[in-house]
T-cell receptor
Framework: DSGVTQTPKHLITATGQRVTLRCSPR?????VYWYQQSLDQGLQFLIQ???????AKGNILERFSAQQFPDLHSELNLSSLELGDSALYFC???????????????FGPGTRLTVL | GESVGLHLPTLSVQEGDNSIINCAYS??????FIWYKQESGKGPQFIID?????DKRQGQRVTVLLNKTVKHLSLQIAATQPGDSAVYFC????????????FGSGTRLQVQP
């Protein structure tokens, strides 16, 4: 158990809908990262928040957004869902901002999103 | 259920044998590398890391080798056990630059009892 929690574990929804995925980082970690894992793209970095502020952006679609709250949990919002958004979404956390070598990212169990 | 793609290279080994999983990385500026293990239905689990100023690092039953000349990374698992069956990913980042990890495509390790 990495100490990172994600809810829900599974989510099934229809095209055009909007969903929210939630992540609680390890105790004491300030950074949260979101990754998408699909069958054809592997693990892709989406976005990072550090202590409530956006720090880095990867291949995140405009239909997707995220935020980190004062208690450091994070939510990933996916809207206007398409079939191709079906994937596993992982959250990871690290103690600091991610630049340091030793700032290891620890992953949660993921949320499996299925868009029908 | 399956957590990763179906078209991964697969390494099949006998229980007790040593396993070697290889990874080629692309960014010559990457100077920090990590191996993750992902079991079915779970998130990636940190195994071992190495900085580019090293060419070898050992952990418990695992050794990572780094060859910067050919941009190649390998993970050696000694005395492979059935519990080692999983998908293994290498990840790279520029240690003092980008914050995000760039993951390789993964290798599935199957341990035969």
């Amino acid at each position: 158990d990495s100490g990172v929690t994600q809810t829900p574990k599974h989510l099934i929804t229809a095209t055009g809908q909007r969903v929210t995925l939630r992540c609680s980082p390890r105790s004491g970690d300030l950074s949260v990262y979101w990754y998408q894992q699909s069958l054809d793209q592997g693990l892709q970095f989406l976005i990072q928040y550090y202590n409530g502020e956006e720090r880095a952006k990867g291949n995140i679609l405009e239909r997707f957004s995220a935020q980190q709250f004062p208690d450091l949990h994070s939510e990933l919002n996916l809207s206007s869902l398409e079939l191709g958004d079906s994937a596993l979404y992982f959250c990871a956390s690290s103690p600091s901002g991610g630049r340091a070598y030793a700032d290891t990212q620890y992953f949660g169990p993921g949320t499996r999103l299925t868009v029908l | 259920g399956e957590s990763v793609g179906l078209h991964l290279p697969t390494l099949s080994v006998q229980e007790g044998d040593n396993s070697i999983i290889n990874c080629a990385y692309s960014n010559s500026a990457s100077d920090y590398f990590i191996w993750y293990k992902q079991e079915s239905g779970k998130g990636p689990q940190f195994i071992i890391d190495i900085r580019s100023n090293m060419d070898k690092r050992q952990g418990q039953r695992v050794t990572v080798l780094l060859n910067k000349t050919v941009k190649h990374l390998s993970l050696q698992i000694a005395a492979t056990q059935p519990g080692d069956s999983a998908v293994y990913f290498c990840a790279e980042k520029v240690g003092t630059g980008r914050r995000a990890l760039t993951f390789g495509s993964g290798t599935r390790l199957q341990v035969q009892p």
